[in-house]
């Protein structure tokens, strides 16, 4: 990795949280951290953490060249989690994708903003010459607006996903050159 883990980071609020990889001794951690968000949160999660399968697979597979798993721990609780994500070959290899989840408490504070400038960072670093992120723009409005401030453009996609409910939802594709 092109950026030294642990770190510190600072909030605007000035807390002060760790920022370092997904461990396989993360697992229990991980888990408690994806049940303790609200409900509509988990709903819309990418991945099934409902499961704790879900989390003891990342620790089975972790590779680090092919996605780099991001944790901000206060104190021994993980309060977000970050991933990006590679691609194995293809024409969109020097694509990446990048997600993340953050306790409410910790939302609005610069957090989600430390995590993709780190992944930025490790982007450019790596060769990557854009990343994406995903999103609902009814449910990630303030994600959508981090990105935006750090140069992401918008593409808006109608019904391009679906709700736990089977409903087909708009997604809007966020992308940067670096």
């Not at 499961?51 to 309060?79: I, N, S």
């Amino acid at each position: 990795m092109s950026i030294r883990f642990p770190q510190e980071a600072h909030l605007r609020d000035e807390r002060r949280l760790l920022i370092r990889p997904f461990a396989e001794g993360d697992v229990s951690a991980v888990w408690e951290f994806f049940n303790r968000l609200p409900v509509p949160i988990r709903r819309y999660a990418w991945d099934d953490f409902e499961r704790r399968e879900t989390v003891e697979a990342w620790a089975r597979d972790l590779d680090y060249d092919k996605a780099v798993p991001l944790l901000a721990m206060d104190g021994d609780k993980v309060v977000g989690e970050a991933r990006l994500t590679y691609r194995d070959g293809g024409p969109l290899r020097l694509v990446g994708r990048i997600q993340w989840l953050l306790e409410p408490e910790y939302r609005g504070a610069g957090l989600g903003t430390l995590f993709v400038n780190d992944f930025m960072t490790m982007a450019r670093d790596s060769g990557l010459k854009h990343l994406t992120c995903m999103l609902f723009p009814d449910l990630d409005e303030a994600a959508m607006v981090t990105l935006q401030n750090l140069g992401f453009e918008s593409f808006p996609i109608p019904r391009y996903g679906v709700d736990p409910d089977g409903n087909q939802k708009d997604v809007v594709k966020m992308v940067i050159e670096l």
